[in-house]
């Protein structure tokens, strides 16, 4: 589920359920997965929005304390599923991604994700004056000054490729035509 993913991201994610353990939470939420972008300090989601600056106001505003406690051993091995808006965030996340022409879900994504719809965290977002208009600039200057190191899928299949489609697609047909055409014709003789 997580293959496209970056290391931050995965990190965010796997704080999330951190944090919605610490709670005795049966599912991870919108907030919990906030919370977990503000634990990624230096992300590309927390110099966007400054979140580690203002984790407490944020976990104030979600209703999440900070953890006391370590968890045990047996508490960390439980299983927690996500829940139906943190569920949303993701896919939303995959859709901003998409939409920078990115093979890659990074944590400006998250935070991108938590924004594009109505939720406890993306309210919290909003009381912090972070929009997704403005995290949809902020995070394309930043791509733009700070490139992600592209991958050998990425550099084939990845923005290249989609904004040359239409040429590639021409090409492959017009040489099966061809391929046909010549095998048509030994054929016919």
């Given at each position: 589920?997580?293959?496209?993913?970056?290391?931050?991201?995965?990190?965010?994610?796997?704080?999330?359920?951190?944090?919605?353990?610490?709670?005795?939470?049966?599912?991870?939420?919108?907030?919990?997965?906030?919370?977990?972008?503000?634990?990624?300090?230096?992300?590309?989601?927390?110099?966007?929005?400054?979140?580690?600056e203002n984790e407490a106001k944020l976990r104030e505003i979600v209703a999440i304390p900070c953890p006391?406690?370590?968890l045990t051993e047996p508490k960390l091995s439980r299983e927690i599923p996500l829940d139906d808006k943190?569920?949303?965030?993701?896919?939303?996340?995959?859709?901003?991604?998409?939409?920078?022409?990115?093979?890659?879900?990074?944590?400006?994504?998250?935070?991108?994700?938590?924004?594009?719809?109505?939720?406890?965290?993306?309210?919290?977002?909003?009381?912090?004056?972070?929009?997704?208009?403005?995290?949809?600039?902020?995070?394309?200057?930043?791509?733009?000054?700070?490139?992600?190191?592209?991958?050998?899928?990425?550099?084939?299949?990845?923005?290249?490729?989609?904004?040359?489609?239409?040429?590639?697609?021409?090409l492959l047909s017009f040489i099966a035509v061809c391929v046909l055409g010549t095998l048509l014709i030994?054929?016919?003789?």
């Amino acid at each position: 589920m997580f293959e496209r993913y970056v290391e931050e991201s995965r990190r965010v994610i796997f704080f999330a359920r951190y944090e919605a353990l610490c709670q005795d939470a049966f599912a991870i939420s919108a907030a919990h997965i906030l919370i977990g972008l503000t634990r990624e300090v230096g992300s590309r989601a927390d110099v966007i929005a400054s979140l580690k600056e203002n984790e407490a106001k944020l976990r104030e505003i979600v209703a999440i304390p900070c953890p006391q406690t370590k968890l045990t051993e047996p508490k960390l091995s439980r299983e927690i599923p996500l829940d139906d808006k943190s569920k949303m965030v993701l896919e939303y996340a995959a859709r901003e991604s998409q939409s920078d022409d990115a093979y890659w879900i990074g944590t400006d994504h998250l935070l991108r994700g938590i924004l594009s719809f109505p939720n406890e965290a993306s309210t919290a977002l909003r009381a912090n004056s972070m929009d997704l208009a403005t995290a949809r600039l902020a995070s394309r200057n930043h791509r733009a000054e700070f490139p992600d190191k592209k991958s050998i899928y990425y550099r084939i299949f990845g923005s290249p490729f989609r904004a040359h489609r239409g040429i590639y697609i021409k090409l492959l047909s017009f040489i099966a035509v061809c391929v046909l055409g010549t095998l048509l014709i030994r054929w016919l003789n």
